[in-house]
């Protein structure tokens, strides 16, 4: 898959979906029962054992799952990822070397970024998104949407305690995808092995991207009528 159709594909979505357990085999579950509740872009993060393998283990049997690799902090891992599969690479801070890789091999790449300095500084190095986390701790969707306003051309990824109650009004402040870790894939529903939950949590929190773009889409026709 190439690089445009990978971004794309996370804007389609509009949801990343961050699986950080304790083993190769909670993640696979966590994985695959999102893939089931249709969202198909999952990021696995390297600090969970064997996530080199498991990455490739769920493109050959998810063909169409968009896997990527989160906690890359330098070049050397950001490489092995490559080699491993993964369509993107991503962090919760803000490492330019592995920008760099990713902007020379043609990879989707989005830092995590905090303060204006930082998202400018990522995008000019040329990510793909700029994640910004974490929302919560900082003023969550109003944050976004003075962001935003500072910076209209960067698309944004919204991270870092987005949940049901939340996801809505981060959406409206035009961000253009949301990160997504613990409140879609709850431990108790991992151990329990609850696939149906998980899957109906991904449902839930797809039907709020398709209800922001709806209303998105009603106030550009509105101010487009006046």
């Known amino acids: 898959m190439k690089k445009n159709d990978v971004s794309a594909r996370i804007l389609e979505v509009g949801i990343v979906a961050s699986v950080r357990v304790a083993s190769t085999e909670d993640a696979r579950f966590a994985a695959e029962s999102i893939f089931r509740g249709g969202i198909p872009v999952v990021e696995i993060t390297m600090t969970i054992p064997g996530a080199l393998d498991l990455i490739s283990q769920l493109l050959q049997a998810f063909p169409k799952m968009i896997v990527g690799a989160g906690s890359v902090w330098d070049t050397a891992s950001a490489q092995s990822c490559v080699s491993a599969g993964a369509r993107f690479l991503t962090s919760d801070g803000l490492s330019l070397p592995v920008v760099e890789f990713a902007v020379n091999h043609g990879v989707v790449v989005f830092p995590g970024a905090l303060t204006p300095t930082e998202v400018a500084t ?100 509105v101010r487009e009528r006046k």
């Open 122 to 221: 990522a995008w000019k190095a040329g990510s793909d998104f700029v994640k910004v986390i974490p929302c919560a701790q900082v003023g969550g969707d109003t944050y976004i949407r003075a962001l935003k306003m500072a910076f209209p051309e960067i698309p944004m990824i919204a991270a870092g305690g987005v949940n049901q109650q939340t996801a809505l009004s981060y959406l409206l402040a035009r961000a253009s995808a949301l990160g997504i870790g613990g409140e879609l894939v709850p431990g108790d529903a991992i151990h329990l092995r609850q696939t149906d939950r998980i899957a109906e949590l991904s449902r839930r929190f797809l039907e709020f991207v398709k209800e922001a773009r709806t209303r998105l889409h009603v106030r550009r026709d």
